[in-house]
C-alpha cells in the first residue's frame, strides 16, 4: 500500500469515527473501556459499574460514590459512607466509641 493510499485509509477512519460521534457514540482512547458516558482504562484497576460509576483498585460502589473497605470505609443506605467505627445517622455519620449519639 502505498502512502496515498494509507492517507486515504487514515482519513476515511476519521470521517467514520466523527460521524458516530455526533451520533451519541462515546470515542475511547486505546486502551480505555466505554463506562456510561465516561471512558475508563481497566489496565490501571479501575472497574465500571452499572450506574456508569468507575471506581479504582480496591474501591466499591456506594450510590453514586466509591468507597475503600479495605480501609474500614462502609456503605450504608445505598450511598452514605461512613469510616470505620462510625454509624449512619440519617444523612450523616456518628461515632458512638466517642460518646456522640444519633437524634433523628
Do not use: W
Not at 1 to 29: D, P, Q, Y
Request: charged content about 10%; glycine content about 14%; aromatic content about 10%.
Amino acid at each position: 500500500m502505498n502512502s496515498k493510499h494509507l492517507f486515504l485509509t487514515i482519513v476515511l477512519l476519521v470521517v467514520v469515527l466523527v460521524i458516530r460521534s455526533t451520533h451519541g457514540a462515546l470515542l475511547c482512547e486505546l486502551g480505555y473501556q466505554p463506562c456510561g458516558t465516561k471512558c475508563y482504562k481497566p489496565a490501571t484497576g479501575d472497574q465500571c459499574f452499572n450506574n456508569g460509576l468507575i471506581c479504582g483498585l480496591g474501591y466499591q460502589p456506594c450510590g453514586t460514590k466509591c468507597y475503600k473497605p479495605a480501609t474500614g470505609d462502609q456503605c450504608f443506605n445505598n450511598g452514605l459512607i461512613c469510616g470505620l467505627g462510625y454509624q449512619p445517622c440519617g444523612t450523616k455519620c456518628y461515632k458512638p466509641a466517642s460518646g456522640e449519639q444519633c437524634f433523628e
